[in-house]
């Protein structure tokens, strides 16, 4: 871990947040229970126990693995649906193939992001390559949830495939962390995911003993998950580590800092930064749908069930 790295941080545009800027303050840190999804892969549940107005528009997220699995082991989700939200699968190891029903798909590497748009709905499905269930491997990602307002609830599907050689590389006043940011922007840098619920999302690796501090939008939520590691959140210090959500207060700048000494399997301190602009809609959540009422949810159900969701292509079930 991680896949998209420079040798020379130094090297790449430098980001800090103005002197004047307001800090954010730490309201809570939560640890995320561990469970299985799919076909029994092992997930942290990042936002498990947060309360939903600091997560807004972001719904769910999962990290998925780390795991090394044997010859035969490695495992994925069978076909199932969605609509009304954006799945966002960002992989660190690995290789994971996607396909869908509305044509979108392909293989995902270590480094590299799918963006997939459920909209209106469809069917897919997520599993590790034929060649790696034989041979076994690391498997290690994220897949996050970010909510669609209503208008864009019953949008067309969309598929985007980020590969990691497109996101943008950035780093720290004093180059101690290395900034690979997906989607949205930071101090006028800009990743190549397009989002219809503006969001910033970044994958961060901060030196031992390093600090990093970004601006960060004021009408934005601020969000910070330990991949791996240990470190301190907010200027007061506040600790956190692998496995645990930081909450952020109002302001428009945030920090995090690594401890002098990490754990032996990861050599920095592994953080993904989200932030968004609340949507502030009711938001009804059950199974793979996300809509705005019971109503909506029971004729997502029904839609699936009468097959207007799209149908698993010939030869795949």
Not at 244 to 265: K, N, P, W, Y
């Amino acid at each position: 871990m991680p896949a998209v790295t420079v040798e020379n941080p130094l090297t790449l545009p430098r980001v800090a947040a103005p002197a004047a800027a307001q800090t954010r303050p730490v309201l809570g840190v939560a640890t995320a229970p561990s469970g299985f999804e799919g076909e029994g892969f092992p997930v942290r549940r990042a936002f498990a126990g947060i309360d939903y107005k600091h997560l807004d528009p972001f719904i769910m997220m999962d990290q998925m693995g780390e795991v090394e699995y044997a010859p035969g082991e490695p495992k994925g989700t069978p076909w199932h649906p969605h609509r009304g939200f954006e799945t966002v699968t960002y992989l660190i190891d690995g290789t994971f193939v996607h396909r869908d029903s509305h044509g979108g798909g392909g293989v995902i590497n270590g480094g590299d992001t799918q963006w997939m748009t459920a909209g209106s709905g469809l069917l897919h499905i997520e599993a590790p390559p034929e060649s790696l269930v034989m041979s076994g491997g690391l498997f290690h990602g994220l897949q996050l949830w970010v909510n669609l307002p209503k208008s864009d609830k019953m949008m067309a599907p969309r598929y985007q495939d980020i590969g990691g050689g497109q996101v943008k590389l950035l780093t720290s006043a004093d180059g101690g962390a290395l900034l690979r940011l997906i989607a949205g922007d930071v101090d006028g840098h800009h990743g190549p995911g397009i989002t219809h619920t503006p969001i910033t999302m970044m994958h961060v690796s901060v030196n031992p003993g390093a600090e990093l501090t970004l601006p960060w939008r004021k009408d934005f939520n601020a969000l910070a998950y330990a991949l791996a590691g240990r470190g301190t959140a907010g200027t007061e210090g506040r600790p956190f580590r692998m496995g645990q959500t930081v909450v952020f207060g109002a302001g428009d700048s945030l920090t995090i800092r690594a401890d002098e000494t990490q754990e032996s399997r990861s050599p920095n301190f592994e953080v993904v930064l989200l932030g968004g602009l609340p949507i502030r809609e009711p938001m009804m959540h059950y199974g793979p749908f996300v809509m705005n009422t019971h109503a909506e949810l029971a004729q997502a159900f029904e839609d699936f069930q009468a097959g207007r969701l799209g149908t698993i292509p010939a030869g795949e079930h």
